[in-house]
């Protein structure tokens, strides 16, 4: 999820401040990159300028969270970043993603749960946030489903891309309380794959509609699904692609952070 830029309105309407919303963007790009850069290309990469870059540079530098080469006045991240990062050593991905869950189930006033993607094809439900005001949905954690059911499933499908041949086959193996039509599962697919979220309406269990995305590793792979599970008619229309593209974010986000590439190893470096 990008940081909101500087003047504008974050959590409860307050304004961001511009200086820490910068040293983010830096820090950011920085993570990404696959050599030290000089301060020009960070003023490139990130849409700062390069006076604000180079003192907001200085300043992290004397901190640690940079380092700066001499050599060629090139940045790159410090030893502070991974003296921070050492705190999640050891901390579970279901526990770094809870706090989000807990954000997004008071924020929409519904059950928001967490999946894991099995190796034998399934998805098993391994943790839940819910609001605690209003009626509400709940399901136990170790539920296992067919990993191609559901709004999860259908953003699992389309994230690999099956032959059409063999997604029928394996479509016509999955049960639902109220069954779509293979064509209608082939048409959410598609559009799970171009939106980066997915919606059941009943289908898989009458009376719920749930909004799904996954989080995927660097090569692709699905291995989380997030879902908001909510009774029919509790909400609004609009309320479910808000969510949907909130939980796109917080999927990407955490494929990016949880499973990072590799980093380019150069000849000489």
Sequence with gaps: MAAPSPGESGAGGQREVGAVVHAIGILRHLSTATAPLGVAAIARGTGISVSTCFNILRTLARARFVTFREADKTYALGLAVAELAAGFLGVSHAELIRPELQRLALKYGMLVVLWRVTEDGH?????????????????????????????????????????????????????????????????????????????????????????????????????????????????????????????RELAGLAGRTLFPAPAVIRNGE
């Design 123 to 247: 998805i098993v439900l391994i943790d839940r946030a819910h609001s605690p005001t209003g009626v509400r949905v709940e399901m136990s954690a170790g539920i296992r489903l067919p990993m191609l059911i559901g709004a999860v499933g259908r953003c699992v499908a389309a994230a690999l891309d099956l032959p059409e041949a063999e997604l029928r086959r394996r479509f016509a193996g999955l049960r639902w309380q109220s069954p779509p039509s293979f064509e209608s599962y082939l048409a959410d697919t598609k559009a799970a794959r171009d939106e980066g979220w997915s919606m059941d309406d009943g289908h898989l269990y009458r009376g719920l509609v749930t909004v799904a995305s996954l989080v995927k590793d660097q090569a692709g792979q699905p291995r989380f699904g997030l879902s908001g599970i909510t009774i029919a008619a509790q909400h609004e229309a609009a309320v479910f692609p808000a969510l949907g593209e909130e939980l």
